[in-house]
């Protein structure tokens, strides 16, 4: 038995921040985020009252939706964030229970950008273990929280949504799970993180340029690992997923491995960064745009604060 990405859902926040609204706001301009990110524009909740596992709760409704699925059918919730609702429970409880998947467990990853490959490998190996059947793993994020809006550096970057995949066996040999690799470097901890809210700076610090080099670098070295696990080379890889951080990260990371643009998924021009969520909304709009097909070699890559890097490849 293998796991596969049955059904993708998403939840796209309905106000959009331009990038002619944050000249508005910080000394920026269109032309230097375009060219140095090539983001056009985000996604942000404005109402206080929405909280991450809304987000999610909405994703996850629709890809069971999608599925067929009754909320009892789920066993198991693994949930991404740096913008948990609360410092305890964990964000999947508040979801499961928004949800009503009685039956299922439920935690949380901190891995900030990175979450997809490291969740799709927690799911994918419980379920070929068969412990269970049905798993949601949904990355949500409000980063318009954490972004200090007086910083340039960083408040063009971001935006806010959520995206919920969810995870089921299969027993078809030509679609499914392959393989993930994984890796971390806590020494690099100081180009990118977040303090705690109490603290006098609660909002994302980052070194744009060293996140830049390692992204590239890191994203690059663990695609070809993937393949090379499966005795597969670039040329197999039918679509490139990587997370939507920065245009010219994921042309750069591209270019390295030699995969040609046609092949790369890149929507980051209308959401900015949404972190744990960039990959299940560029995996959902892929779909809808006949992108993605069943057998095809899909190659997801991430990158985040930790650092931690990773990929997966799937038969879609
Ligand atoms: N508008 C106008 N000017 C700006 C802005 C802005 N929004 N932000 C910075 N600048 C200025 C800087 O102050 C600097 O001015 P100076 O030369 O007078 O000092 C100038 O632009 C150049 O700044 P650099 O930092 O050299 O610009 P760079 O080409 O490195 O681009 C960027 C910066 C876009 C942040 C880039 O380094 C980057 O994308 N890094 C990756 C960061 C990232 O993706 N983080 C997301 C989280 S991690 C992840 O998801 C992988």
Known sequence: M???IRAIGVCRP???????????????????????TGIKERRIVKDPNIMSSDLATAAAQEA???????????????????????????????????LGCKNAWAYDITAACSFVP????????????????????????????????????????????????LISET???????????????????????VNQPNHENPYIQMDGQAVFKM?????????????????????????????????????????????????VLMNLHKYGNTSSATIPIALYEAEQEGKLKPGQLVSMVAIGSGMVWGASLVRW
């Open 2 to 4: 293998n796991a596969y």
């Open 14 to 36: 309905k106000d959009v921040l331009t990038n002619a609204d944050l000249e508005k706001i910080v000394d920026t301009n269109d032309e230097w985020i375009t060219t140095r």
């Open 64 to 98: 069971l939706e999608k599925a067929g699925l009754k909320p009892e059918d789920v066993d198991g919730i693994i949930l991404g964030t740096i913008v948990a609702d609360k410092v305890m429970p964990a964000t999947a409880c508040i979801v499961q229970k928004k």
């Open 118 to 165: 490291i969740a799709l490998n927690n799911a994918a190996l419980m379920i070929r273990s068969g412990q269970a059947k049905n798993i949601l793993i949904i990355g949500t994020e409000i980063m318009s929280r954490i972004i200090d809006w007086k910083d340039r550096n960083t408040c063009v970057l971001f935006g806010d949504g959520a995206g919920a995949m």
């Open 171 to 193: 027993d078809d040999p030509d679609r499914g799970y392959i393989n993930t690799y994984l890796k971390s470097d806590g020494t690099t901890d100081h180009i990118l993180y």
């Open 215 to 263: 992204a590239v670098k890191e994203m690059t070295t663990s695609v070809r690992k993937t393949l090379e696990m499966a005795n597969l080379t670039v040329d197999d890889v039918d679509v490139l997923c990587p997370h939507q951080a920065n245009l010219r990260i994921m042309e750069a990371t591209a270019d390295r491995l030699k995969i040609p643009r046609e092949k």
